[in-house]
């Protein structure tokens, strides 16, 4: 497949793939791919291969400044698209808050999360928040 005909089918199943993660809530994927006539053999083949493309462009851009054993900063790139997936943080008494789908806590830091978090993110804040 030469390169131009694999960008065009990234793309496309790129947008497959997000029409799905915004499907209908109380919506199954199963049942969403099949209401699109999408096969899901290709679907979580595309997914899979969004994933590593993900994961390995996050370790390969990642950077973090240590002191010993511990990360007193890490950088976390995101381009423009991916800043649309990421979660607000806003005060509880704000008009526009955001109601977290679930929380995470140790002794120093909280993370709430929202449903819209992309797995890369997602991954990445996993990853530095187990150093932190």
């Not at 199963?30 to 462009?57: P, T, V």
């Not at 526009?96 to 797995?119: D, F, G, Q």
């Amino acid at each position: 497949m030469d390169q131009i005909t694999h960008d065009v089918r990234s793309s496309q199943w790129l947008e497959i793939i997000t029409q799905c993660q915004n499907r209908p809530e109380g919506t199954t994927a199963k049942q969403w791919m099949a209401d699109n006539g999408i096969s899901e053999k290709s679907y979580y083949y595309w997914l899979r291969k969004f994933r590593k493309q993900a994961c390995s462009q996050m370790t390969e851009t990642s950077t973090a400044i240590s002191v010993g054993n511990e990360i007193s900063f890490a950088e976390v790139s995101i381009s423009p698209k991916q800043s649309a997936n990421i979660a607000a943080f806003t005060l509880e008494n704000s008009a526009e808050a955001i109601r977290p789908v679930a929380v995470i806590k140790n002794a120093n830091i909280s993370i709430a999360l929202t449903n819209e978090i992309s797995e890369g993110l997602l991954s990445r804040i996993l990853l530095e928040a187990a150093h932190a």
